[in-house]
């Protein structure tokens, strides 16, 4: 089990005057996290359960759409996968909010002992480590507030959320849901952080099954001997191992902070650093293969990833296809024949009854008209035409298609249900079938 830091541990290593990875690895972070705020508030990726919505790119998908949701899932899916075979586990190190909160939660703890070291070093130390505890926790739980409220807004419209918390609701589900959520929240990012990623997150161990001799990784090297047992590169490491030991380790990110470490002791000693990214355990280090095109460099460097991108370059095509494509009126025609197939009215005319179903997927009110095609002397009798459907609504209405009595129509004739949405003109037609009365044989 890696010896991850606790509060009560001793403070991590005093930080290296230059740290080129640690330096990018916190302005990422910090991207990322605007990018996890961000996701819900735009509906950029969300899944509302109270609606049963699912919102991918700014598009609303209907629960019904699921084709479109599963797919979307899986590019996601396919596109963090396809990255960690690539890079490694770039996702982990960079993107994975579990990690940027622990680290940001180990470096709040950092500054708020040496604060308070700083400014009440004339307390017992026992007193000043009550304080730091105090305050740590303070400000974790304060940050789990936040945190809870942004992650429950991918399940809930933030809008509603924000109200719920403010009125302080932990009596409805939403509020009980948010409640155990901060409380979660506070505990993972005070006591568990980075032990979940080794012993809860299935995805560290596929990273095994995904990397391969082109993968890209961080890894010691010393074919000299160069090492001079600083063990820094250890004492940096948060997940608490020895990049020494191998790159395969379950716990290593790749996050290059290691690296860092070992630049920075054998700077000092006028000797090259042994510890780096390179492609691969026997690949060329990250800076080399300055002759190679730039997509070889980039990381395809073998046909297995030139299909993957093929395919990624596919599939995404294929989805923003299906997206763009999608009709976000949704209309459905049935025949209503539970109980007669055919009716005679009151002007001897033979009726087919129908029902339509129209579901507005939109953010804008939309108005639909009904009409008929390919079938004989027919009339539709549909009342209050455009129907207004206003966002979100799904209407029902039931129409009749009726033809004069003593019609030449056979016993079966297929037509179709033409509907136009106004002002878009998005046009659909939908097959039916038409049944008249069997005619009587003469004797
Ligand atoms: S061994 Fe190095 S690259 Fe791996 S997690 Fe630790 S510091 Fe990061
Ligand atoms: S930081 Fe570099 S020199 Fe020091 S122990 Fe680690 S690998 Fe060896």
New binding site residues.
Partial sequence: MPAIVQINDKPPATPAAHRPHHERRRRIHLFFFLVFCALPFFNLMRFDIPKQRFYFAGVELWINEFAIIFFSLMFTMFFIVALSMFYGRVYCSYACPQMIFSETALAVEDRLRRWVTKNFISWPVERRQLLHRVLTYGVIGAASVFLAFIFISYFVEPRDLLTRLLHFDVITAGGIAGAVTTLITFLDFAFVRQKFCTTLCPYGYLQGMLSDKNTLLVQ?K?PNH?????????RICHMGID??DSPFQIECIHCGE?ID??EE??TRVNRP???EYAWGQDGAKLASDTDKPWWYRLGIRDAKRKIVLVVMLCYASALGTALSMRNPVMVRVNPVRTMKLYTTNAEGEIENHFRVLISNRSSKSEFVVVSIDGLAGARLDLAQQPIAVQPGETTEREFAVAVPQGSALPLVSHFRVMTETQPDARRQAIDMTFLMPAKKETP
């Fill in positions: 010691y010393d160069l090492c001079i047992q600083c063990k820094k590169c250890v990049i020494r290691c470490a070992c002791i054998m650093p042994v510890v």
